[in-house]
T-cell receptor, first 114, second 119 residues
Framework: AQKVTQAQTEISVVEKEDVTLDCVYETRDTTYYLFWYKQPPSGELVFLIRRNSFDEQNEISGRYSWNFQKSTSSFNFTITASQVVDSAVYFCALSVQGAQKLVFGQGTRLTINP | EAGVAQSPRYKIIEKRQSVAFWCNPISGHATLYWYQQILGQGPKLLIQFQNNGVVDDSQLPKDRFSAERLKGVDSTLKIQPAKLEDSAVYLC?????????????????FGPGTRLTVL
């Protein structure tokens, strides 16, 4: 069975601070995909990134970066120079080869204060 | 490009009543998913369709929940009769093969959800 753990329930920082959201996953499959989604107050889940298990390269997209480490089964998400618009609930998710369903973590509520 | 459409956005019913939700996926997406998101939790898959066939309904409470995707396009999810614990946001998502790439991409695109309150 697959499992995703986001140990941080809530994080609150002041604008312009850097913040890292942790994600730890469990799976016995060797081929799998990891995702991050953002859920703003409007409720719609917005896709941010997908990573497959064979690609451990870190990725940067503007102020967002992701650190994938198979050795620790982690896929952490960092926001640099946070902004108020980054306030949302962020979900880490996992799917395995042959089963497209997403297994989500509990989510981390991020609040960026002006 | 239009996203995943869902209706209604909000629904309030009393327990033991019936309710139905509708979802129209992104055009051309063969796979459609219904997720249940209880307040404070991550979404949980209820049912997955590939075209009009069910791929996974292992977590669907079949004694009260049903879903169909008759023509392989839009879908309805029904609860009959509703219980208090069914209060949640019901999210529909779709995914499809990106013909521009060698491999299929399995990003799921989500609709705005239907917030159900059972009193």
């Amino acid at each position: 069975a697959q499992k995703v753990t986001q140990a941080q329930t809530e994080i609150s920082v002041v604008e312009k601070e850097d913040v890292t959201l942790d994600c730890v996953y469990e799976t016995r499959d060797t081929t799998y995909y990891l995702f991050w989604y953002k859920q703003p107050p409007s409720g719609e889940l917005v896709f941010l990134i997908r990573r497959n298990s064979f690609d451990e390269q870190n990725e940067i997209s503007g102020r967002y970066s992701w650190n994938f480490q198979k050795s620790t089964s982690s896929f952490n998400f960092t926001i640099t120079a946070s902004q108020v618009v980054d306030s949302a609930v962020y979900f880490c998710a996992l799917s395995v080869q042959g089963a497209q369903k997403l297994v989500f973590g509990q989510g981390t509520r991020l609040t960026i204060n002006p | 490009e239009a996203g995943v459409a869902q209706s209604p956005r909000y629904k309030i019913i009393e327990k033991r009543q019936s309710v139905a939700f509708w979802c129209n996926p992104i055009s051309g997406h063969a796979t459609l998913y219904w997720y249940q998101q209880i307040l404070g939790q991550g979404p949980k898959l209820l049912i997955q369709f590939q075209n009009n066939g069910v791929v996974d309904d292992s977590q669907l409470p079949k004694d009260r929940f049903s879903a169909e995707r008759l023509k392989g396009v839009d879908s309805t999810l029904k609860i009959q009769p509703a219980k208090l614990e069914d209060s949640a946001v019901y999210l529909c998502a779709s995914s499809g093969r990106d013909l521009r790439t060698v491999r299929g991409r399995n990003e799921q695109f989500f609709g705005p959800g239907t917030r159900l309150t059972v009193l």
